[in-house]
T-cell receptor, first 115, second 113 residues
Framework: DAGVIQSPRHEVTEMGQEVTLRCKPI?????LFWYRQTMMRGLELLIY????????DSGMPEDRFSAKMPNASFSTLKIQPSEPRDSAVYFC?????????????FGDGTRLSIL | GQQVMQIPQYQHVQEGEDFTTYCNSS?????IQWYKQRPGGHPVFLIQ?????EVKKQKRLTFQFGEAKKNSSLHITATQTTDVGTYFC?????????????FGTGTLLAVQP
């Protein structure tokens, strides 16, 4: 079975540009998570969805960040305008949200560099 | 805010030595999960602990959940070079959310052959 699929794997762009990261969760999983990982701040939860509905976006850094989940098989994380401090690895993860506590399955991540 | 701290941040061992990482939460957890991230890779789920005082083993790895459900540990016996990576604990159950996890700061393990 395919795991969580993220695209692009790498993105290099200039500050001020719009960046869109994409995620396809594991089929049948109804929870989706966006994380950001940096050396300084570790692995931070940005936002998560249950059944396509945003449940907790308290980790979203500021209004420049937005996330959507238009259907069960696709989500986007958008940064507009991007800044150098947004450079990080962005992970998407999915899990089941029923039947108690469930492990999260991570994608390979998007390595984002803002120049 | 919710915090999950891990110590040490970094550990360098000779192959064959034991290794332990400790995880502490500022609040009581409903469950704790452990993940391993190889260099350049993504976090991969290892195990989940739910009950107070629970101990689980996976071959050379032993996981423990504290009695107060605020701390946990991972112990690796006789490390191997394949154990290299960053080990994260992740606490769950914050604010009643059953599937939200707060990841710890991680412990990077280096194993010298």
């Amino acid at each position: 079975d395919a795991g969580v699929i993220q695209s692009p794997r790498h993105e290099v762009t200039e500050m001020g540009q719009e960046v869109t990261l994409r995620c396809k969760p594991i089929s049948g999983h109804n929870s989706l998570f966006w994380y950001r990982q940096t050396m300084m701040r570790g692995l931070e939860l940005l936002i998560y969805f249950n059944n396509n509905v945003p449940i907790d976006d308290s980790g979203m850094p500021e209004d420049r960040f937005s996330a959507k989940m238009p259907n069960a098989s696709f989500s986007t994380l958008k940064i507009q305008p991007s800044e150098p401090r947004d450079s990080a690895v962005y992970f998407c993860a999915s899990s089941l949200s029923t039947g108690g506590f469930q492990p999260q399955h991570f994608g390979d991540g998007t390595r984002l560099s803002i120049l | 805010g919710q915090q999950v701290m891990q110590i040490p941040q970094y550990q360098h061992v000779q192959e064959g030595e034991d290794f332990t990482t400790y995880c502490n939460s500022s609040t009581t957890l409903s469950n704790i999960q452990w993940y391993k991230q190889r260099p350049g890779g993504h976090p991969v789920f290892l195990i989940q602990l739910v009950k107070s005082g629970e101990v689980k083993k996976q071959k050379r790895l032993t996981f423990q959940f504290g009695e107060a459900k605020k701390n946990s540990s991972l112990h690796i016996t006789a490390t191997q070079t394949t154990d290299v990576g960053t080990y994260f604990c992740a606490g769950g159950g914050y604010g009643g959310a059953t599937n939200k996890l707060i990841f710890g700061t991680g412990t990077l393990l280096a194993v010298q052959p």
